[in-house]
């Protein structure tokens, strides 16, 4: 079992000039904490549930490469990049890009996206459900081509590339960890199996539904449901207690899930807490996981 930070808010006491020194403390805390991974939104403006639009907003891919050169060990990651805030061979180039400053230690992950406010906002287009599920699909598909290697054109319904070069290729061996979000169980979770290395879920009810769903469509796809890593967005919603961390780890790896993603809330300072979390958590549940 593994643990990992995603930080969702910038709303960091001292303003502006505050931001880079805090993310990159928290970066490095992290690190030297022993978390598995670390995580942004890819939003423009901040997401209603965690506050208001006007609220701070850091470009996902240039902030983690800030954290990139301050950390040795732990993989970075965007929970999750919408497919169309980027066209996807610039979006395998960049993840590509990290994945090589960074020792080997990107992921992607990626969605259908969701949030039009940003995209009416800054001019992105977003067209409708189904298109964004096409385009998602081309992406994976056009990530997986890439990163083998083959330059040959691209020829899909939404994107054509006439030649599909990625130099430098990516350190990690067969390419970056994909990871999906969304628990969709006709699309999103149906891509997970025909596409990813890792799926994530939200932490409640339906979780156990969706793992079920998930291991259906590997069977139909032929895919072993052991071979895609689970990981779950979890939430310490009584503050910062060691307990209650290692209490959501132990039940989620009692659900199957191999990684918990907690997201820090605007205010939270988690990443000692969750290093204390680790420490405790190997006792009770193997980290190989």
Request: with cysteine.
């Amino acid at each position: 079992m593994h643990i990992g930070l995603q930080v969702p808010s910038f709303t960091f006491s001292g303003g502006p000039e505050q931001i880079g020194p805090t993310f990159g403390r928290i970066a490095k805390e992290a690190d030297e904490a022993g978390l598995r991974s670390f995580w942004v939104m890819d939003h423009f403006f901040q997401i209603n549930v965690v506050g208001a639009a006007e609220e701070p907003m850091l470009e996902g891919y240039s902030a983690l490469a800030y954290a990139a050169a301050l950390t040795k060990r732990i993989t970075l990651g965007t929970m999750v990049t919408g497919v169309t805030y980027r066209h996807p061979g610039l979006l395998v180039k960049t993840v590509t890009t990290l994945d090589v400053l960074s020792g080997g230690r990107a992921w992607l992950g990626i969605g259908a996206a969701w949030n039009d406010e940003e995209s009416r906002g800054l001019g992105v287009a977003f067209p409708p459900t189904a298109e964004r599920f096409e385009r998602l699909e081309e992406t994976l598909k056009i990530a997986h081509q890439m990163w083998q290697g083959d330059e040959s054109a691209f020829e899909g319904e939404h994107y054509r590339l006439e030649r599909p070069l990625n130099s430098p290729p990516a350190l990690q061996r067969p390419h970056p960890p994909i990871l999906i979000g969304g628990g969709g169980e006709k699309k999103t979770l149906r891509f997970v199996a025909k596409h990813a290395d890792a799926c994530n879920l939200f932490d409640g009810e339906e979780l156990p539904r969706k793992l079920e769903v998930l291991r259906e469509h590997c069977e139909r796809e032929g895919r072993d449901y052991a071979d895609i890593q689970k990981t779950a967005l979890a939430f310490l919603r009584d503050g910062t207690s060691v307990d209650a961390a290692v209490d959501t780890v132990g039940r989620l790896a009692e659900s199957g899930i191999d990684q918990v993603i907690f997201s820090q809330a605007t205010g939270q300072d988690l990443a000692g807490v969750l290093g204390e979390a680790v420490a405790q958590t190997e006792k009770i549940v193997p980290a190989g996981r």
